[in-house]
């Protein structure tokens, strides 16, 4: 058995051989130096190569019998073609191969007893995600007849970008509407004008793959922008920062996100689902130097 080098959950999965590798990341950029290197790696249109590579001895030595890739975002994490590539070179027998590639709620919860079906324990795949949706179905119970709340999940602080595939999913299971989410579709470059002019009640920044530490930081320097300001959740403290590396997996987690997001959007009714380690309230610094920098402020919990 491996994982990538991205596998952290449960944390029993770090004991296991890590087959792929990335870039190495550098703490010290700020996310709009991250978002230029990533643009001039990716360029839109062009054929580019991966920065993941998955180790063919490592593969080799594992022999799996199901080897589980993704097709979602090739900039995030290794795609389904250099999986398929390498095991066809490497191995003496052609795994079973699944791409996860659900972009909405619903397909995240079909996938999962997909993958379980696969591994020969569906049952409990089964029983896995009815339990998944009986936490859905008590989060809209709790919110009853509750307004729904004009939210902007923000993928990545600057340049912006709003969330995309099953993130406006969780926006309504959550009790909101994400202002330019839709389901199914891709997170896509916002103008600040944009930004601006959303009226968004509640702002969750959300930056793919950075923990909550960093997400805290970016959020707090992001605060201090005068697009930001004009929006009515952050005159009315309504601004958070959420574990990007979180939110940005499919998987069995997803529920967790909810409950996290619908604490921030109703907290009188779903307020005892703020765990600090994904959500957290964040109020402007005087300076968005520590952010910048990667420093850490105060966080506030929820």
Sequence with gaps: ??????CDYPPAVRRKPVLTSGRPRDDTLSSAQVDALVGAAH???????????????????????????QELCEVCALGSGGVFEVAAKVLPRQPQIISLRAPTLEGVLEEIVQVGAAAGVERRARRLVA???????????????????????????DPPWCAGHWMADVARAAGGEDVFARPGQRSRRLSWDEVAASGAEVVALMPCSYG????????????????????????????????????SRHGVRVVEVVEALASALHPE????????????????????????????PPPTPV
Excluded at 147 to 154: E, F, I, K, S
Excluded at 272 to 294: D, F, K, M, Y
């Design 1 to 6: 058995m491996g994982v990538s080098h991205q």
């Design 43 to 69: 360029p839109e249109g062009a054929e580019h190569s991966s920065p993941f590579r998955l180790d063919p001895e490592g593969l080799r030595a594992a022999a799996p019998d199901l080897v589980l890739t």
């Design 131 to 157: 339990a998944m949706r009986g936490r859905l179905e008590r989060i809209a119970q709790r919110i009853g007849d509750a307004p729904r709340r004009r939210v902007l999940m923000m993928e990545w602080p």
């Design 212 to 247: 909550i530490e960093r997400s805290v930081a970016e959020a707090s320097a992001l605060a201090l922008r005068r697009e930001m300001r004009r929006l009515p959740a952050l005159q009315q403290g309504r601004f958070y920062a959420m574990d990007g590396a979180v939110t």
């Design 269 to 296: 009714r779903c307020g005892e689902w703020a765990a600090p380690t994904i959500i957290q309230r964040v109020t402007a610094l005087p300076s968005a130097s520590p952010a910048i920098r990667g420093g850490t």
